[in-house]
């Protein structure tokens, strides 16, 4: 079974700190991805990873960068974190560009 | 530009009944279409897809049916059972690029 995993479950920031959310995959695969998820906006895409320290650009990048230092793992990090950046954020790998296998989500207060 | 709509943000469904979630896309260049279910506090899983080769497919009580010419995909679940009730994701792709996903419907199965 595939298995990807979140570092945190449950996560509170205060408004101005750096926030790093960690992913991990087991399963060798080439991509992975970064989401959030809000009430009314459905899955939108943050950064996504087709490689080792290959990085590009989702939908609403902005506030946010990534880091891919090894294949397994994939971290999100939020430079200064603010209140509109509370959210559930999901992150999942493929494959390839075949269907996506997500982890279990992190949300993410910022106070 | 939301490039995969899913125009109805909820569906009350009774036990036993037909479930029909619609989803529409704009671009032609999708290949490949994806549905996932997705409970509160977890992350999404996937559900079953379909290539645009293809005008249906079928695993177990859930069908996809894939319309090309009207660009629209729906899935069918018989029958629906309240452990379906959750929030249900439409997503399409281009080979090669990451998946688009809709912004979500709700069902609820009620006894």
């Known amino acids: 079974d595939v298995k990807v995993t979140q570092s945190s479950r449950y996560l509170v920031k205060r408004t101005g700190e750096k926030v790093f959310l960690e992913c991990v995959q087991d399963m060798d695969h080439e991509n992975m991805f970064w989401y959030r998820q809000d009430p009314g906006l459905g899955l939108r895409l943050i950064y996504f990873?087709?490689?080792?320290?290959?990085?590009e650009k989702g939908d609403i990048p902005e506030g946010y960068s990534v880091s891919r230092e090894k294949k397994e793992r994939f971290s999100l990090i939020l430079e200064s974190a603010s209140t509109n950046q509370t959210s559930m954020y999901l992150c999942?790998?493929?494959?390839?560009?075949?269907?996506?296998?997500f982890g279990p989500g992190t949300r993410l207060t910022v106070l | 530009d939301q490039q995969v709509k899913q125009n109805s943000p909820s569906l009350s469904v009774q036990e036993g009944r037909i479930s029909i979630l619609n989803c529409d896309y704009t671009n032609s260049m999708f290949d490949y279409f994806l549905w996932y279910k997705k409970y509160p506090a977890e992350g999404p899983t996937f559900l079953i897809s379909?290539?645009?080769?293809?005008d249906k497919n079928e695993d177990g009580r859930f069908t996809v049916f894939l319309n090309k010419s009207a660009k629209h995909l729906s899935l069918h679940i018989v029958p629906s059972q309240p452990g379906d009730s959750a929030v249900y994701f439409c997503a399409a792709r281009k080979s090669g690029y990451a998946l688009n996903f809709g912004k979500g419907t709700s069902l609820l199965v009620t006894p």
């Open positions: 999942a790998s493929s494959p390839r560009w075949n269907e996506q296998f």
């Open positions: 990873s087709y490689d080792v320290k290959m990085k």
């Open positions: 379909i290539s645009s080769i293809k």
